[in-house]
C-alpha cells in the first residue's frame, strides 16, 4: 500500500474546547455538528462571505432541549428535518423552522447509530436493548425490532437504495439488514482479528462497513459476496465509512489520524489528516468534511480520481 498523500485540505478550527463528532449536510448548503462539549448542535456555514481573501465563518451552536447527555450521530432526513441519537436514551428532531421535539426512548437504550428513511423518518440503533428502532413521524410513533443475535452490540446504521435498513453489528462479527419485518444477519470474514464493524454506508455498488478490530474495510456486493481491503497499519481502527457517487467511499481512521479513499475497484488512497481522533464524515460533490473531535472540521478535495 502506499504512504499516505498530502491532499488539498483546509483544517477550519472551532470555538476553542468544542468537540465535534459527527457532521452531515442538509439541502441548504450548511453543515451541521453534533459537538460533545459544549453539548448541543452547531451549524456551520461553508460559503460564507470573505475579508481580504479569508472566509469569516460564523458557528452557531444551539443546546438541545432536556439533555442530559451528549448528542451522538446525525441524520437529515427527506422532509429537512435534523435527527441525532443522544446519551441519555433520547433522540432529537430538529425542523426546518429551528423547533425541537425530544423523543424518549427506554431506559437503557444508549441509541447510536441513525439513517433517514424514504418516509420522512429515521431508522436508529438501541445497542442497549439489542434492538433497532424506526420512528415514522415527529410525533414519536415506534416500531422496534429486536435483533436475533444477542449483545449484538448495534453501532452505525444505513439505508440502501431499496429502502432496508442495515445495521453493523460491533459485536456479533456480522451486519444485520431488515427485509419485509424480518431481519437478516450477513456473516463478516475476520481480519486480524474478529471483525467488529463500527460503520456501514449504502451504495450502488453494495454495501460499504468499516471494521474497527480488524484495520480493515469490507464491501457486501449485491449478490451477498463479501470483499474485504486490509490497510498496512493494523491499528489504524477504521471507524466511520460513507459512499460515494462512483460507488467507491470513504474512510475515516481513528487511530492513525487518516481519511482513506477506497475506489469500486478496491484500490486505496491514505490522505493524512490535520488534529486528531478524525470521526464523522459527510461527502459533496467535491469535497469530503471530516469531523476531528480534537476540535476542527477538515475539507478535503476529491481530486480528479475521486
Not at 39 to 59: H, I, K, N, W, Y
Not at 85 to 97: F, I, K, P, V
Request: hydrophobic share 45%; net charge negative; glycine share 10%.
Amino acid at each position: 500500500m502506499p504512504p499516505p498523500e498530502t491532499a488539498l485540505c483546509r483544517e477550519i478550527v472551532l470555538p476553542s474546547g468544542w468537540a465535534p463528532y459527527a457532521v452531515a449536510g442538509d439541502a441548504t448548503g450548511n453543515l451541521w455538528m453534533t459537538i460533545l462539549t459544549p453539548q448541543g448542535l452547531a451549524r456551520f456555514m461553508p460559503a460564507e462571505t470573505s475579508v481580504d481573501g479569508e472566509a469569516d465563518f460564523t458557528f452557531r451552536h444551539e443546546r438541545l432541549p432536556r439533555s442530559d447527555g451528549h448528542p451522538m450521530l446525525l441524520a437529515v432526513a427527506t422532509d429537512g428535518a435534523l435527527w441525532c441519537t443522544r446519551t441519555d436514551d433520547r433522540l432529537s428532531r430538529r425542523d426546518a423552522s429551528g423547533d425541537h421535539t425530544v423523543i424518549d426512548l427506554a431506559s437503557g437504550s444508549a441509541p447510536y447509530g441513525i439513517a433517514a428513511a424514504p418516509d420522512g423518518g429515521v431508522w436508529f440503533t438501541a445497542p442497549g436493548l439489542n434492538q433497532i428502532g424506526r420512528v415514522v413521524t415527529a410525533s414519536g410513533d415506534l416500531t422496534m425490532l429486536d435483533l436475533p443475535v444477542p449483545d449484538a452490540r448495534a453501532a452505525m446504521l444505513t439505508v440502501d437504495v431499496a429502502g432496508r435498513p442495515w445495521v453493523a453489528l460491533n459485536a456479533a462479527s456480522a451486519l444485520a439488514y431488515v427485509n419485509d419485518g424480518a431481519v437478516q444477519i450477513v456473516e463478516l470474514p475476520s481480519g486480524r482479528a474478529p471483525a467488529a464493524p463500527v460503520g456501514i454506508a449504502a451504495s450502488e455498488a453494495g454495501i460499504w462497513y468499516a471494521d474497527i478490530a480488524g484495520g480493515c474495510v469490507g464491501r457486501v456486493d449485491p449478490s451477498g459476496s463479501v470483499e474485504k481491503i486490509s490497510f498496512a497499519d493494523a491499528a489504524c481502527r477504521p471507524h466511520a465509512v460513507a459512499a460515494d457517487t462512483d460507488g467507491g467511499c470513504w474512510v475515516t481512521l481513528w487511530g492513525s489520524g487518516q481519511l482513506a479513499r477506497i475506489t469500486a475497484d478496491g484500490d486505496v488512497t491514505l490522505h493524512q489528516l490535520p488534529g486528531r481522533e478524525p470521526h464523522g464524515l459527510w461527502v459533496e460533490d467535491c469535497l469530503v468534511w471530516v469531523a476531528m473531535e480534537s476540535g476542527s472540521l477538515v475539507a478535503v478535495e476529491k481530486g480528479e480520481s475521486a
